[in-house]
T-cell receptor
Framework: AQTVTQSQPEMSVQEAETVTLSCTYDTSESDYYLFWYKQPPSRQMILVIRQEAYKQQNATENRFSVNFQKAAKSFSLKISDSQLGDAAMYFCAYRSADSPGTYKYIFGTGTRLKVLA | EAGVAQSPRYKIIEKRQSVAFWCNPISGHATLYWYQQILGQGPKLLIQFQNNGVVDDSQLPKDRFSAERLKGVDSTLKIQPAKLEDSAVYLC???FGTGMDTIYFGEGSWLTVV
């Protein structure tokens, strides 16, 4: 069974600085997708960035980028120029690719990010 | 584009009572998920539908939880009787269910069992 591990329960970053959130996963599949979701206090999960396992190039979305190391099964999120609005829980998620319609998303336990003014 | 709609947003019930949550997914999304998120934890999948068929309900406590998805669109999650440990946020999510797919979440239904 696939697992997702986030070993940092909480992280802090100074406004305008850069922070990296860690995520490791375990799977025997070769084809899968990885995601980072942001969950503010309102609890609505918002997609931050996603990565296709067969792509070597790391995904980037504005100030958010990932460091995807497939062999090491590592998928970290880097937030550059941190803003107060980035403060939230961040969840790493794995999506298997068994077959269309049966995609299963597995979430880590989350990392709470605090942004200090 | 309208997002995933859930209701009610908040519910407080006594243990042994029943409660039902409703979800309306994004139009055209074939796959619908119900997640349970206990405070301080990540979402845990309770049940996954593909259209109106159940794909995975392995973590659904079937002695007290039930869910249905009528006509492959709206879904209802019911808890009866509720226990204290059911206090959580119940997140509904949906996706197209094909290809490079992204899951979209509703705002969640907060349940407190006292």
């Amino acid at each position: 069974a696939q697992t997702v591990t986030q070993s940092q329960p909480e992280m802090s970053v100074q406004e305008a600085e850069t922070v990296t959130l860690s995520c490791t996963y375990d799977t025997s599949e070769s084809d899968y997708y990885l995601f980072w979701y942001k969950q503010p206090p309102s609890r609505q999960m918002i997609l931050v960035i996603r990565q296709e396992a067969y792509k070597q190039q790391n995904a980037t979305e504005n100030r958010f980028s990932v460091n995807f190391q497939k062999a090491a099964k590592s998928f970290s999120l880097k937030i550059s120029d941190s803003q107060l609005g980035d403060a939230a829980m961040y969840f790493c998620a794995y999506r298997s690719a068994d077959s269309p319609g049966t995609y299963k998303y597995i979430f880590g336990t989350g990392t709470r990010l605090k942004v200090l003014a | 584009e309208a997002g995933v709609a859930q209701s009610p947003r908040y519910k407080i019930i006594e243990k042994r009572q029943s409660v039902a949550f409703w979800c309306n997914p994004i139009s055209g999304h074939a796959t619908l998920y119900w997640y349970q998120q206990i405070l301080g934890q990540g979402p845990k999948l309770l049940i996954q539908f593909q259209n109106n068929g159940v794909v995975d309900d392995s973590q659904l406590p079937k002695d007290r939880f039930s869910a249905e998805r009528l006509k492959g669109v709206d879904s209802t999650l019911k808890i009866q009787p509720a226990k204290l440990e059911d206090s959580a946020v119940y997140l509904c999510a949906s996706s197209f269910g094909t290809g490079m797919d992204t899951i979209y979440f509703g705002e969640g239904s907060w349940l407190t069992v006292v």
